[in-house]
């Protein structure tokens, strides 16, 4: 099946950093979402990309799909204190219909 | 606040027990989706009722099964738990069946097997 490869695990960084993840996926992909979790929480949807080589932002968040469509990253500028939480990439394949596939997540610590 | 809600929030059993966890979909979402998040295996797709209708199936246990009514609520049917079936579970929501369509989360219902 397919698989997501998401990265770093975790990160500590200090308030006002900037931050990068990035999923790699094993086979293409036409979708690529970008969600937080806070705990005890559902995961939000922070950025949804369609298009290859597509580019969004939202607000301090950049997302990009990834030319090759096995790929995304995640930047987050000037990170603060709220930003803490999970970030899980999730994709959808050519093949998969409506269903998501998720990353393992990245746990974002940020120091005040 | 996403707009599908989910019931209980928590629930504790015993093995071998059976529960039923609820979802209530956004106004106007057809699809339903059920995920499981463990601590070992991150967010797994379950499986997916479109308008009353089971459209997708994931990793998705014999044990478990799910139905959605007529009012577009899903029902999530968990039996002969094991203490491996601990986890969150997410119910997630979307207007239609359709590939590009956003997924909405639930706040999930923990289950803790004993």
């Known amino acids: 099946g397919q698989q997501l490869n998401q990265s770093p695990q975790s990160m500590f960084i200090q308030e006002g950093e900037d931050v990068s993840m990035n999923c790699t996926s094993s086979?293409?992909?036409?979708?690529w979402l970008w969600y937080k979790q806070d705990p005890g929480e559902g995961p939000v949807l922070l950025i949804a990309l369609y298009k290859a080589g597509e580019l969004t932002s939202n607000g301090r968040l950049t997302a990009q799909f990834g030319i090759t469509r096995k790929d995304s990253f995640l930047n987050i500028s000037a990170s603060i204190p709220s930003d803490v939480g999970i970030y899980f990439c999730?994709?959808?394949?050519?093949?998969?219909?409506?269903?998501?596939?998720f990353g393992e997540g990245t746990q974002l610590t940020v120091n005040p | 606040d996403s707009g599908v809600t989910q019931t209980p929030k928590h629930l504790i059993t015993a093995t071998g027990q059976r529960v039923t966890l609820r979802c209530s979909p956004r106004s106007g979402d057809l699809s339903v989706y059920w995920y499981q998040q463990s601590l070992d295996q991150g967010l797994q797709f379950l499986i997916q009722?479109?308008?009353?209708?089971?459209?997708a199936k994931g990793n998705i246990l014999e044990r478990f099964s799910a139905q959605q009514f007529p009012d577009l609520h899903s029902e999530l049917n968990l039996s002969s738990l094991e203490l491996g079936d601990s986890a969150l579970y997410f119910c997630?929501?979307?207007?239609?069946?359709?590939?590009?369509?956003?997924?909405?989360f639930g706040p999930g219902t923990r289950l803790l097997v004993l």
């Open positions: 999730a994709g959808r394949g050519e093949t998969s219909g409506s269903r998501l596939t």
């Open positions: 997630a929501s979307s207007e239609w069946d359709y590939s590009r369509e956003t997924q909405y």
């Open positions: 086979s293409i992909f036409n979708t």
């Open positions: 009722y479109y308008n009353g209708e089971e459209r």
